[in-house]
């Protein structure tokens, strides 16, 4: 009989589920896990802060499918991780946190005056799938596995482990037999029944206008190629919720981009038959409800998870299924029956969807023309999409920042783009930037950032420069909040904004900031840095970045203005509002 500690356990255990890379910062707490890491081929990584290890998490499971671990010690670590634990759950992404408590005996509850400690399963239960702490050495490999079940059960999302730091630390004799993935989890993911099927494929063969709207569960169980190539047999346009953008590359027709605002409902009131698939049609989506929706269509819901079927609109079939196995079976089960569905008549339809979109392409891309000094903000994804190779994973993080990279910029490469849609979260991109860049260090990453994010977590540059991970930071500064000084202006003096077009610090109230020289910040940290107003000459900065071989950022003075008028400012205006129709 051998001896082990308990972080001796765990880290045998994830080498087990596959498990590559743990995300977080050191402590004495947990030495004993994370001292074996190394021996189990697991590369510990370690940021400024943990809030950026779950991100980094997070982002690693979106890119490659694959589990993301990352850790916190007791008391000030988990509460700086929580942040990213509220975000990495509210963005469905598969996140297993291993945190440390303090000794058995004066924890859970607490003693009363202990060091260091608060109710981490308590607080983090309300905010993850599951939370629970291990009472026993004995106890570790049943909880494990656990935790482990959970992370693969229904929708993705945040699990937590909490062990005390004598159990994770001490040596314990013990005879383990560490069970492979498939005895304890489902290792092979549910298809559609029979029954199922031929339901769905006759809704999809005799509508008259059928459409697909994919979501986040399609990005997690890489349907890409099943979805394209079940759209292209269908002829069915393809819209997405905003995290699923660029479920199917955007160079297909049958693709219409989110952008493309009053398109997408369009498309979604002439559909007569919906398919949706790993989506919950929650508020970004419009609820699935009417004026944006057509109420009368029939709807075909496909989801991992069974209590969000039917949850926002009503279904005429609802599936429990894991996407790629469910298209996998509905395009076998389509292509016998090819000559019964009516592409050309679709094919017609979908011509006037298309022509709509590149009208409205058209019209977008005149911010184009303007060569103004500071920039117009439309020049920065425009020429990162020239510049940058095809499979270069985006990162975007901030307000207005967001909104102007989405609409200038198309995904040619499913799966290629990060940011943060449910939940909106300033400053998680360079968390998220790092975790992409572990995940595949020849793959480059580009983080389209706001000053203001960038100022909650600049720091990570250092992470970027130590672990040699080659990201480029592109930093555009308008030295303002400028989503939210947009909404101020409209409140507190709404005839001057729409003539003015802006309000000066004093008329608004705490919307401006100074100025943070990110370049120079960079350069401090060892990383390379630019600094660049003129769009004529960001290419060129851009391309000595990459000669660099190094971490770099590009501080972009922006024209703060143009910025604050983002396109389609209206549609997220009234997102906030509950659609009129059912």
């Known amino acids: 009989m051998g001896e082990m500690t308990g972080g001796e356990v765990i880290a045998n255990m994830l080498r087990k589920e596959n498990v590559e890379k743990v995300f977080g910062i ?43 671990v990352c850790m916190a010690s007791n008391g000030p670590g988990v509460a700086n991780i929580l942040p990213g634990l509220v975000v990495e759950e509210g963005e469905g992404n598969r996140v297993l946190v291993i ?64 062990i005390p730091e004598n159990i994770l630390n001490s040596k314990n004799k013990c005879d383990i ?14 298809g559609a029944s029979e029954q199922q099927l031929d339901k769905a494929v006759e809704l999809l063969i005799h509508a008259e206008y059928p459409m697909i709207h994919a979501g986040s569960g399609v990005v997690h169980s890489r349907a890409y190629e099943e979805l394209e190539m079940t759209a292209e047999l269908l002829q069915s346009m393809v819209t997405t919720s905003w995290a699923a953008r660029g479920a199917i590359p955007e160079t297909n027709d049958l693709m219409l981009p989110m952008i493309h605002i009053a398109t997408n409902n ?38 991992l998870d069974p209590g969000i079927l039917g949850a926002n609109k009503p279904v005429d079939l609802a599936v429990q299924a894991d996407i790629k196995t469910f298209l996998t079976q509905l395009y076998d089960r389509l292509l016998t029956r090819r000559n019964e569905i009516s592409a050309g008549e679709r094919k017609v339809k979908n011509q006037k969807i298309i022509g709509e979109k590149e009208k409205n392409r058209k019209k977008l891309d005149q911010h184009l023309e303007d060569m103004a000094v500071p920039m117009n903000p439309a020049h920065i994804p425009s020429i990162c999409q ?22 200038f910029y198309q995904v040619k490469r499913p799966g290629t783009v990060l940011s943060t849609y449910k939940f909106g979260m300033l400053g998680a991109g360079p968390g998220q930037a790092l975790g992409a860049a572990a995940a595949n260090r020849n793959r480059p990453v580009c983080c389209i950032i ?42 507190l003096k709404p005839v001057k904004t729409l003539i003015k077009k802006s309000l000066s610090p004093e008329e608004t109230i705490n919307a401006d900031l100074g100025v943070i020289q990110f370049d ?63």
């Open 520 to 582: 120079q910040l960079a350069e401090s940290m060892g990383a390379h840095g630019e600094h660049v107003n003129d769009p004529r000459e960001l290419k060129g900065a851009i391309e000595r970045c990459f000669e660099t071989g190094k971490c770099s950022v590009i501080h972009v003075d922006v024209d703060p203005v143009k910025h604050m008028w983002a396109p389609g400012l209206k549609y997220f205006k009234d997102m906030h509002q509950e659609p009129k129709g059912k």
């Open 266 to 303: 369009k498309l979604r009131n002439e559909a007569d038959v919906v398919l949706v698939l790993g989506s919950r049609l929650g508020e970004t989506d419009w609820w699935g409800k009417a004026p944006y929706w057509n109420p009368e269509q029939k709807v075909i819901q496909v989801d």
């Open 177 to 190: 037999a560490f069970w492979e993935p498939h005895q304890y989890r489902v290792t092979e993911m549910p």
């Open 450 to 491: 706001g000053d203001g994010a960038m100022g909650f977590h600049p720091q990570e540059i250092e992470t970027a420069v130590r672990n040699e991970l080659p990201i480029i930071f592109l930093v555009m500064c308008d030295k303002q909040w400028g989503m939210v000084k947009m909404n101020q202006q409209f409140a």
């Open 99 to 162: 945190t440390s408590s303090r000794r058995t005996g004066i924890m859970y509850p607490d003693r009363g005056g202990t060091y260091q400690c608060f109710n981490q399963t308590g607080v983090i239960s309300n905010i993850a799938k599951w939370s629970e702490a291990v009472p026993s050495f004995e106890r570790i490999p049943e909880m494990m596995r656990t935790a482990l079940r959970k992370c693969y059960e229904g929708r993705p999302g945040v699990v937590h482990i909490d």
């Open 26 to 68: 050191i402590d004495g707490t947990y030495f004993g896990f994370y001292s074996n890491l190394g021996n189990n081929g697991i590369e510990l990584i370690t940021p400024r802060h943990e809030t950026s290890a779950a991100h980094m998490a997070g982002a690693y499971a979106r890119v490659t499918g694959k589990l993301g």
């Open 386 to 407: 020239d510049v940058f190779p095809e499979d270069t994973t985006f990162v975007l993080d901030g307000g207005n920042t967001v909104i102007w990279s989405n609409f």
